[in-house]
């Protein structure tokens, strides 16, 4: 990321809210923030209830909670249907025993069936664990397994990636699909839905109560299960309207999808914790399509990631030409570093600034942004928002000064922090080693005006079109194929997908490289893991450069790619 310190692109000045913000901003508390919630006074949490039934009881009854299309279905649900349906899914849930506390997992496409499940599993007091429609077979297994789920909602068309005879614990499969085969723990999702009646009881439960667990990856091991709590809603709600600038009549459009943490708190709670209008468009992603349902819906707020605005710049202006977006309030991204460059096109393209916006899986909600009322600097993610305190710390936890490079950390605790890495205490405790705060694993540095800019990961885990990935997985996979020796995989920059990932590897005795083995091992890990895991580049090397101990050194993979020096080897195998 070019550093463009001195470029300073002005807070519109027409923003009513922009004052009031920087003045909420100095007298900060979170109790003032809670005093929004019904729980406040009743000591009754449940996030289903905030963000739908409450709005049902409160006058928004009949406004339009989730508008949906893709190629096939148009539907839009009020947030009274939206109680309605997810009452009927918490119905189906009880009928089979489902309780409190049992983690329940969404492996679907987006489709409105999968907002009503999603909310019916919190309705019932359960922890919901969203899965993209893209995993594989043993992506899947190793989630359900590792989280112990006992049920799965998914699609005829998915199912035969749910491998139940070697999940004992999964004792129900919802399946939305037509004519579906039912008995032996497979539930037709349309019929049950059908019977259930639109009435049910909300499970009340305390704040540290479970609310959702997203898989999501590190350098080293199996996918983590970063567990939150309804907790996290205080800061959900309040980051919808300091950041997202989510007011009454907004129509609001987040591209990412529920697999993805942004599609979740941002696509699902946020929206709707602040009773707005909620806009998702099913179906994959093109330039016509993308900049029609801003036209079609009116879209006011937009939030989507770099590597969509990096493809849509591509596309070129005269595609938006076609498209009215006057509609368009504001505008924001996430999930990967944002070119000053695409900030740049935005501000001719759009008319809007795109703001950037810094938070992780982990941290369960917006961190580091640019909010509406600040002057954004174009390649800076913006500063901490209210009620979160960041810094720059050394490899001891000491806190270093503006422009030193150093360790991207956040003063401990916030609301919407992750409250345990599921079965994997030894994990969550390494964000934490230093009393006081959480390690990101992000290298940035801090300007005297205290805005942040990234620079890197601090570890090996691969940011692909906004996807998390982690090296190890991929490897772990790669080795799995009979001609794979050994193999050690890396980021490589790309100017759209940010980073691709690239395979070195060595094969066994007997394999000759080819480019049909590089196609058949590539599809071998998507066909596995999944699309986004799969190697784009394959590379045959006679061995890999390792430690003494053994372990592949992926600096070393790396510094041949971008022909750097290799650095310190003292401690490689030969
Ligand atoms: C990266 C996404 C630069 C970062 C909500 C972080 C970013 C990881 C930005 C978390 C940004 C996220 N600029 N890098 N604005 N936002 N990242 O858990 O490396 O999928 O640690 O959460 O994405 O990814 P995750």
Redesign the pocket.
């Known amino acids: ?1 070019s550093n463009v310190q001195g470029e300073i692109i002005a807070a519109s000045a027409s923003n009513p809210n922009m004052q009031s913000y920087e003045n909420w901003a100095g007298n900060f508390n979170w109790e003032d923030v809670e005093k929004q919630f019904s729980w406040y006074d009743t000591g009754k949490v449940n996030m289903a209830y905030e963000a739908i039934d409450r709005h049902a009881a409160n006058g928004r009854g009949d406004k339009v909670a989730l508008h949906y299309s893709d190629a096939e279905r148009d539907e839009s649900y009020t947030y009274d249907d939206m109680r309605r349906k997810t009452n009927q899914f918490a119905n189906v849930l009880r009928k089979h025993g489902i309780q409190k506390g049992d983690r329940v997992f969404i492996f679907m496409p987006r489709t409105p069936e999968l907002y009503f499940s999603f909310m019916g599993v919190l309705k019932v007091g359960a922890v919901v664990g969203p899965l993209f429609e893209a995993f594989m077979e043993t992506a899947v297994k190793d989630r359900l397994e590792d989280s112990g789920a006992v049920a799965i909602v998914t699609t005829s068309t998915l199912l035969q990636r749910v491998k139940r005879e070697e999940l004992p614990q999964l004792k129900h499969v919802i399946v939305v699909g037509n004519d579906v085969q039912t008995g032996d723990g497979l539930i037709d999702f349309h019929a049950e839905m059908a019977d259930a009646v639109e009435e049910a009881d909300i499970e009340w439960l305390e704040r540290e109560d479970g609310l959702i667990m ?1 898989y ?1 990856s590190g350098s080293t091991g199996k996918p983590k299960g970063v567990y939150h709590v309804q907790n996290a809603m205080i800061q959900q709600a309040y980051s919808g309207k300091i950041v997202l600038d989510l007011k009454e009549d907004d129509i609001y459009w987040c591209t990412g999808d529920p697999g ?3 599609g979740t ?1 941002y696509g699902i709670f946020s929206p709707w914790l602040n009773g707005v209008t909620n806009v998702v468009r099913g179906g994959r992603f093109s330039p016509q399509d993308w900049y029609g349902t801003i036209e079609k819906y009116k879209v006011t707020v937009w939030y989507s990631a ?1 590597t969509a605005f990096r493809m849509l710049m591509s596309a070129g202006n005269d595609v938006i030409a076609n498209f009215d977006l006057s509609s368009l309030r504001h505008v924001l ?6 070119n000053p460059e695409v900030v740049r096109w935005g501000m001719k393209a759009y008319n809007h600034r795109i703001h ?8 369960g909600a917006h961190m ?1 942004c640019n909010y509406p009322a600040m002057p954004i600097k174009p390649g800076s ?1 913006g500063r901490p928002v209210p009620g979160i305190e960041a810094a720059i710390l050394d490899d001891r936890g000491n806190v270093l000064p503006p422009y030193r490079m150093g360790n991207l950390a956040i003063r401990t605790p916030w609301p919407a922090m992750m409250r345990k890495v599921w079965n994997n205490p030894a994990k969550y405790e390494e964000y934490f080693r230093f009393s006081g705060w959480y390690i ?3 290298s940035a540095y801090m300007d005297e005006e205290g805005y942040f800019w ?1 620079q ?2 601090v570890d090996d ?1 691969i ?1 692909t079109s ?3 990935v982690g090296p190890f997985d991929v490897e772990s996979k790669l080795v799995e194929h009979p001609a794979v020796a050994e193999a050690g995989v890396i980021g490589k920059p790309d100017p759209i997908r940010g980073e691709i990932i690239k395979a070195f590897i060595s094969l066994r005795e007997g394999y000759t490289p080819s480019d049909e083995l590089k196609a058949e091992i590539a599809q071998f890990v998507k066909q596995g893991l999944s699309a986004h895991s799969a190697p784009r580049e394959i590379e045959f090397k006679d061995k890999l450069p390792k430690t003494r101990s053994g372990k592949i050194m992926r600096r070393v993979l790396k510094a041949w790619e971008l022909s750097l020096p290799t650095g310190d080897l003292s401690t490689i195998e030969d």
């Open positions: 990321m997203h999501t993805w943490v942004t708190a770099p991204s996430v999930g990967e570093p944002l950037d916006t810094w938070w992780m899986t982990e941290t580091i993610m990101s694993g992000d990234f890197g990961r885990v940011n906004g996807e998390r």
